[in-house]
């Protein structure tokens, strides 16, 4: 089985695809520095190290570029990108398209569309897999989803709406048996447009597809189903091209059968009405609901809810604690045991990185006055009623100067850190309040987690969550975020760590890439999903 990545990162969908058999035709990614990481991991190769011995790399290619050499194109802003055949630097001057087999494109896929309109013998190529048996079988992706999600700006005409379409566009160039596309479960809900009409995203996507002879099945599924210590549900749309349905469903049971009876209707009326059919004619079948629940269960469906016990934060990051150090979980001995195709990091990188293995564990500074408030989140997080936690917040955003007795009473036997370092109770109320107003925020997004259950769905930002040990009061680290996102200790994140103010626009640093990512646990559960509609 091969595939062709859009919108790669850093590779987390790449990751669970290519353990599970599936060989990379192409890859394309926008921006450079999530590409460091997957041409680290994928490819072996150390970009800021060519960069350095002013080398170009041997297997990341850029479309194009305001630059000729490498260092700077490392920190180039993606979105001044020159259009492909304006004035700039590409790599893409190949004499044989063969050359591009097994590449890296950094580029936007809007780009990299019109140069496959312009270029039929690079299509030829790609539909052909660079010659591999059978053709291409597998396109997948995460448009960036930044307009769909509820944390953004629900925008209908934002241009990131867009990345969607351009992957189907990609698809009908390429015309693989299947197209697999992920995305945030905001692409669900219904935008209003200026004039109140409701606009369905994931039914006008369906619909292309449909246009262009995919005949979609869509999902709304949850990476902790498939063992991810995370919430975080997804939007999965399986297209299959029409004139392989047959055989691709041909060995399925019945209960799978099942499943495409609906989206061959829809892609019937698709062909009869176009962009005009009216909403209602397909439904998004839901692993998060019992009757969904059972469907995927008895189905092919069924690597996706296939976890028997959720796992929980203190599974996945207990033994990275700096205080008392911990027995790595039966989850991680398994998860770095999993992903066997990882080139032995070790190998690459030189014997001084690793006296603190795992890589990606440094801990970010906070102040004291930001570690007393983090032991007052975890605090919250233990009582676990909103009604405290607002009531809190108002003291900490200074909108009132009391807390209610009643609110007291279930705060009053916690100890809390103070000025000295110490935990300790506070014997008054008025000490307690006097306390908080002390610790002033804006913020009320921030939280701790909770040891016991999966994370909250991965943010990109760091400060959003912190430890949930009272003596771990800091953010967590890169590393503990990407074990949350079920990457193994010897995938290895390049690149700046963070970022912020303006650059935050355009650069994806470390933490980004790990928000970002596909859960590779995820990728294994998609990727057997996927196998059984190309056996």
Not at 81 to 93: E, H, I, L
Not at 200 to 209: G, I, P, T
Not at 473 to 499: G, Y
């Amino acid at each position: 089985m091969n595939h062709i990545e859009l919108f790669a990162g850093c590779g987390g969908l790449s990751l669970g695809l290519e353990q599970m058999g599936f060989q990379l035709v192409l890859a394309n990614e926008l921006s450079p520095m999530a590409a460091e990481t997957f041409a680290y991991n994928f490819f072996g190769e150390d970009l800021e190290e060519k960069a350095n011995q002013s080398e170009l790399p041997k297997h990341v290619v850029w479309l194009n570029s305001r630059y000729e050499t490498l260092k700077p194109r490392l920190r180039e802003n993606p979105f001044e990108f020159p259009a492909y055949g304006a004035d700039g630097f590409t790599d893409m001057s190949f004499k044989n398209w063969n050359d591009l087999d097994g590449k890296l494109v950094v580029g936007s896929i809007t780009e990299f569309n019109k140069l496959l309109s312009e270029s039929p013998a690079l299509v030829k190529k790609l539909r052909s897999a660079f010659g591999r048996k059978g053709g291409l079988d597998l396109v997948s992706g995460g448009p960036p989803c930044q307009s769909f999600s509820m944390a953004g700006k629900r925008e209908k005409d934002n241009n990131k709406n867009t990345l969607p379409w351009e992957f189907a566009k990609f698809v009908e160039h390429t015309q693989p048996k299947i197209a697999l596309l992920e995305n945030v479960t905001g692409i669900l809900r219904p935008f209003k447009d200026s004039e109140g009409k409701q606009f369905h995203a994931w039914y006008e996507v369906a619909k292309v597809f449909a246009t262009i002879g995919y005949v979609p099945l869509c999902l709304h599924i949850n990476a902790r189903q498939a063992g991810v210590p995370q919430n975080r549900p997804r939007f999965i749309m399986i297209a299959v091209r029409f004139n392989h349905i047959k055989s691709a469903i041909k060995k399925l049971d019945n209960q799978s059968k099942d499943l495409f009876i609906q989206p061959l209707d829809f892609y019937e009326k698709v062909q009869i009405k176009k962009a005009d059919l009216e909403f209602g004619h397909l439904t998004v079948l839901d692993s998060n609901k019992s009757s969904g629940l059972s469907l995927f269960k008895s189905s092919f469906l069924a690597p996706l809810v296939s976890v028997k016990e959720e796992v929980s934060v203190k599974d996945a990051v207990d033994d990275l604690k700096f205080t008392i150090k911990q027995e790595p979980s039966e989850f991680i001995l398994q998860l770095n045991a999993k992903f066997e195709i990882l080139k032995d990091r070790r190998s690459i990188g030189t014997p001084d990185e690793y006296v603190n293995w795992p890589l990606n564990h440094d801990p970010r500074n906070n102040s004291p006055l930001v570690q007393r408030r983090f032991r007052l989140y975890q605090i919250l997080q233990t009582v676990g009623q909103r009604g405290v936690t607002q009531a809190v917040f108002e003291l900490l955003k200074g909108e009132r100067a009391k807390l209610d007795p009643k609110v007291w009473a279930l705060l009053k036997d916690f100890s809390y850190l103070h000025e000295d370092g110490q935990l300790l109770r506070f014997g008054t109320k008025d000490e307690f309040e006097r306390y908080l107003l002390a610790h002033p925020t804006k913020k009320q997004t921030q939280k701790a987690l909770s040891a016991s259950e999966p994370a909250p769905a991965a943010l990109s930002i760091p400060d959003d969550a912190c430890h949930y040990d009272e003596h771990e009061l800091r953010v967590l680290t890169v590393r503990e975020m990407a074990r949350i996102q079920s990457f193994p200790d010897n995938f290895v994140f390049r690149s700046k760590v963070t970022t912020g103010g303006q650059m935050r626009k355009f650069e994806v640093p470390q933490y980004t890439q790990v928000g970002n990512a596909v859960p590779p646990l995820l990728g294994i559960a998609l990727a057997g999903v996927v196998s059984a509609l190309l056996a």
